[in-house]
T-cell receptor, first 113, second 111 residues
Framework: EAQVTQNPRYLITVTGKKLTVTCSQN?????MSWYRQDPGLGLRQIYY???????DKGDVPEGYKVSRKEKRNFPLILESPSPNQTSLYFC????????????FGPGTRLLVL | AQKVTQAQTEISVVEKEDVTLDCVYE???????LFWYKQPPSGELVFLIR??????QNEISGRYSWNFQKSTSSFNFTITASQVVDSAVYFC????????FGTGTRLQVFP
């Protein structure tokens, strides 16, 4: 089954404790992206990747890191999480051509205390 | 600047009513795509439709229909004979060189 998976789905952590949210897709998509969803703000792009070893900042990259060592994986790293990073995070992928439909993972709900 | 506006924060209807969700976008690009996504209470994002800027034909898929009007920069979504299962947050999105979402409209359909 074609899908985007994220782990963990729910995470409670404390300020400053490094964490990684994994994202994996099995569709051989070139383009992958991370978004955060906050009430009243919709979804905002954090980082995206056009292909392996090619990443770039989205609209709200501060406090986040990503890597793309393999085509299928695109982990989101919070080196020192803060309470303002409490949010719902979505990973997405698409074939990579311009304007292709992005398919979203199930979401990761993060609470930083 | 690219922007998507969903002015309706929340809409409540009773089952079987028709409901229209508004979406207004801004872009100077001539080539772009518009999307609608549904986010049910379970939280996932479900793709509904993708429409390119050169295709202004309205589209119908079952109880769902979309009205794209370039003249007013709008891409409105109508649900006919709404059902409780339509209760969700609906996002409109614009893709020029990146995907930009509106703030969403929460639709509640009561039995």
């Amino acid at each position: 089954e074609a899908q985007v998976t994220q782990n963990p789905r729910y995470l409670i952590t404390v300020t400053g404790k490094k964490l990684t949210v994994t994202c994996s897709q099995n569709m051989n998509h070139e383009y992958m992206s991370w978004y955060r969803q906050d009430p009243g703000l919709g979804l905002r792009q954090i980082y995206y990747s056009m292909n392996v070893e090619v990443t770039d900042k989205g609209d709200v990259p501060e406090g986040y890191k990503v890597s793309r060592k393999e085509k299928r994986n695109f982990p989101l790293i919070l080196e020192s999480p803060s309470p303002n990073q409490t949010s719902l995070y979505f990973c997405a992928s698409s074939p990579g051509l311009a304007w292709e439909t992005q398919y979203f993972g199930p979401g990761t709900r993060l609470l930083v205390l | 600047a690219q922007k998507v506006t969903q002015a309706q924060t929340e809409i409540s209807v009773v089952e079987k009513e028709d409901v229209t969700l508004d979406c207004v976008y801004e872009t100077r690009d001539t080539t772009y795509y518009l999307f609608w996504y549904k986010q049910p209470p379970s939280g996932e994002l479900v793709f509904l439709i993708r429409r390119n800027s050169f295709d202004e034909q309205n589209e119908i898929s079952g109880r769902y229909s979309w009205n794209f009007q370039k003249s007013t920069s709008s891409f409105n979504f109508t649900i006919t004979a709404s059902q409780v299962v339509d209760s969700a947050v609906y996002f409109c999105a614009l893709d020029t060189d990146k995907l930009i979402f509106g703030t969403g409209t929460r639709l509640q359909v009561f039995p």
